[in-house]
């Protein structure tokens, strides 16, 4: 059972750990806005979406692994990056388009207004899933409270000689 300071320690670990997260969700957020608002007239939405999404998962990944949830295993960021590449795909290029091409369709909300919707809404989607499947392992480690190994002692070590 964990006492109240060890409850308040962890809260204030996920506190952390959830602002450096909507950090580095603001840079994902800010580098694909700027590109799909950007290229949308030249290249149309589908592609201007893939552009600056592509961006902007690149730059979210490496500050998701190395500094949000510290996964640094070397043998672990193959699986974690296909993880984030399955889990993004379908969000950032499916769902992002989709949410996007609905507003627009609908309601008449160009991608300047709808992306700021989209992404309130995977503000709060993205951290539940990075946190439980995507980066797992990284998500525990900074909330775990490490207790002390005590290795037992050979019973001749142990009893008395006289």
Do not use: C
Request: no cysteine.
């Amino acid at each position: 059972m964990r006492t109240k300071k060890q409850k308040k320690q962890r809260l204030q670990k996920l506190a952390v750990q959830f602002f450096e997260y909507l950090i580095s969700g603001g840079v994902w957020f800010w580098s694909g806005y700027i590109i799909i608002v950007g290229l949308d007239d030249y290249i149309g939405l589908f592609w201007a979406n893939v552009i600056g999404n592509a961006v902007g998962i690149t730059l979210n990944f490496l500050m998701q692994q190395y500094w949000v949830f510290r996964t640094k295993k070397h043998r672990k960021i193959a699986f974690t990056a296909k993880r984030y590449i399955i889990y993004t795909v379908l969000n950032a290029f499916l769902l992002n388009y989709l949410i996007l091409y609905f507003l627009e369709e609908y309601f008449g909300l160009g991608p300047e207004i709808g992306q700021f919707i989209a992404s309130g809404f995977f503000t709060f989607w993205n951290y539940f899933w990075y946190k439980i499947w995507v980066f797992p392992e990284g998500s525990r480690h900074r909330g775990k409270i490490v207790k002390p190994k005590v290795r037992k002692a050979h019973k001749h070590i142990t009893s008395a000689h006289h």
